[in-house]
């Protein structure tokens, strides 16, 4: 199946058009990628990505930090490391799940380039062609992208307001496996999901791992944000109700910050042995420097200060744009997440996310299509709204301005039937 | 086809054991990664390792140099970036590849995790299960992982004192077309090969270029080496010659340090495209903090004066390596390496490199044998040594111990000879 040049711009300049995998052809630019043009002009309010707020972080305090990992240890920060990653940063790991009540060997965890790698590495060492992977409904775009990229066979499955449903998992698995398909593992972000805003409740936790070990379905636990609750709290990790079962994958993009790109992959001895080695096939190792830096930080600074910093700060963004939603737009609904990063937005009916995009930039504020977040085409009725960026005062203004694009074409959308009435 | 566990240890612990990706089956532990526990022993002198000796790295100046991002820059450099990479450090490189001649636009570089990574994106967007994918003859092991992983078939063709043969690789080409094969790429180390020592001459480079534009077979150059020929000379690269049927690899890791993991590919324009996009899927952008580090070392350093140094430093190890071969053992041939780690030494006939390779390390040297540069059993009679890590001293030390084993097996053989003769 010869690519006819659409990915390199609609021409057929590309000397090597007709020898690419088939893997090349699940390449696409993600909807959020094509907004990034559009976002960085001043003028335009970004609701859509998902950029930490580092601004608070003590840059002067950590140079010195970075400074002493080279003076001290330049010629092992420098060096190639272990491919399963350096031993102190992977005990500082296991200090860090702790307080998500995982009892975790040091061990099992494998150091990848950001927690982003580790979906892939997972997603090579599990994805045939065609097998299928169980996901949310919506579920994180980045990782939609990496099962897609390895011919997955991508299947969402009913969330609400407390996370994934057991009775659709279950169904979902019976119905797979009644086609003859092998499925791989479900795909979960617990903790203020990335885009619905939702939490699993403790039971709803203990639901999906039973279910799972019943069924013997791997689960990938997938939690970035889980330090970022509002109330305080950390939640007990999928993987500690049940170890042998779940891959935990955690990340320092949003507990610290993203620039290093270090994430990492808990998981069962033998899973961790073949991620270990696909790890060293796609990179050898892990950057020494950025996870000597990293461990500097986890030893040396106030890391669990700067977590409760960070969680104040988001939950005032929270708070700003949950006021506006409700304020400004009455005629949408939406999640009221507990954390993280993200709500989701149900539009009035008869709006469309994706169509109404070029209307909202023109309106000067962004936010991604719901249709982001869906393998299959679904979500038109859905956007995502961030408020992890922008400050509280440029929220409200967004909001207000997506309001007035989402009033129009309602009012658009209320004459026509109105006058369909008429007719 | 379900794994029994053979990665695991032997055992049938592994819950997920009939769960894996037939491509998970093909992660072997290479056998350069089952030597690190041995080589790790201080008394065992390593003739085995790719590590590039970075003692003398100024690292007081570097720790300001680093400082100095986070303090200037930090909340750029512990951000998120761009997938394709940090433009300015994309800049810098084609200043570097200038010097081999190759006039590059900073926008078909593509930053990597190191150049390791570049190899793995490039298998993902070229390689379906069954292509052909010509490497030589012995070829780097890690590349041959990554082919591997992708489930290529992986095809080896004869190279001489210049390099890979122009006449082999036709040949290959035209057999792999006859029986009904695509050939993706041929994958080539022009310079200083690794692990062959061999330097492709100019004349070679063109006949290989212009039959593979002939023939339309795509180039992947990896160059980790090209500035470290002891003649103190740069060769102008494939890429120069045909930019179009070219993707060139390029890595800090050598010419610097491989402790950031900052690698890149330069590639015609869709290719260039496709490579961003896996690059975004497989980590969503590589690191900000690395790439802005290593901007301003080649901003703000003498590297070029460090390349003189490194080349000096390892001419001189070359030279060692050499002297002890030519003193210590004289049953044995081995590659006149002109820059780079390597040379490749053919053992007396009879001798078999992985077999000896237990008695070598308990004489107290170690090296890598020649079958972990073939993906088909071939090797055997050859074995890598490289002299980039130890001081001239163990070098000598090695090759003396060394020496001893070989001479040892090759009595033996005499001896076993000598006594059929007599039967």
């Not at 409740?201 to 889980?226: H, K, S």
């Not at 109330?231 to 779940?246: E, Y």
């Not at 939950?315 to 009455?330: N, Q, V, W």
């Amino acid at each position: 199946m010869p690519l006819h040049g659409d990915i390199s711009g609609g021409s057929r300049l590309d000397t090597w058009w007709d020898t690419y995998s088939v893997r090349a052809e699940h390449l696409r630019e993600s909807e959020v990628r094509s907004l990034f043009a559009v976002v960085a002009r001043p003028e335009v309010v970004s609701l859509a990505g998902g950029m930490p707020n580092i601004k608070d972080l003590p840059l002067e305090a950590l140079a010195e930090s970075t400074a002493q990992v080279m003076r001290e240890h330049g010629t092992q920060a420098l060096q190639y490391g272990a491919g399963r990653g350096w031993d102190p940063l992977r005990e500082k790991i296991c200090e860090v799940m702790a307080l998500e009540q995982i009892d975790g060997d040091y061990e099992n965890v494998v150091i990848t380039t950001g927690s982003q790698q580790a979906v892939d590495l997972l997603s090579q060492i599990f994805i045939n062609p065609g097998d299928v992977v169980l996901v949310e409904a919506p579920s994180y775009l980045g990782s939609l992208g990496i099962f897609a990229n390895n011919l997955a066979d991508i299947r969402h499955v009913a969330m609400d307001q407390d996370g994934l449903l057991p009775d659709a998992l279950e169904a979902a698995i019976k119905q797979a496996r009644s086609e003859g398909k092998a499925v791989k593992f479900v795909y979960t972000i617990p903790n203020f999901h990335n885009p619905a805003g939702v939490t699993q409740t403790m039971e709803r936790r203990r639901a999906i791992v039973d279910l799972c070990e019943r069924e013997r379905v791997l689960i990938v636990e997938d939690n970035p944000y889980g330090l970022l609750g509002f109330d305080g709290q950390t939640r007990p990790a999928l993987q500690s109700l049940n170890p042998d079962g779940v891959v935990y994958l955690g990340s320092f993009s949003k507990m610290f910050a993203p620039g290093y790109r270090v994430g990492w992959a808990l998981a069962p001895h033998a899973v961790r042995d073949k991620l270990v080695l696909a790890n060293e096939s796609a990179v050898l190792s892990p950057s020494m420097m950025a996870q000597m830096t990293i461990h500097a930080y986890l030893r040396d600074f106030d890391w669990w200060g700067q977590v409760k910093q960070y969680r104040g700060m988001y939950k005032a963004r929270r708070d700003a744009m949950l006021e506006s939603l409700e304020e400004y737009m009455p005629s949408c609904s939406w999640t009221v997440p507990q954390g993280g990063f993200y709500t989701w937005v149900t539009l009035p009916k008869g709006l469309d996310a994706k169509e109404m995009l070029p209307r909202a930039v023109a309106g000067l504020v962004a936010y991604v299509s719901g249709t982001a977040f869906f393998a299959d085409g679904q979500g038109r009725d859905h956007l995502r709204l961030s408020y992890c960026f922008p400050p509280p005062e440029e929220i409200r203004e967004g909001v207000r301005r997506l309001a007035r694009v989402v009033n129009r074409e309602k009012a658009l959308i209320d004459m026509f039937h109105s006058s369909d009435d008429e007719a």
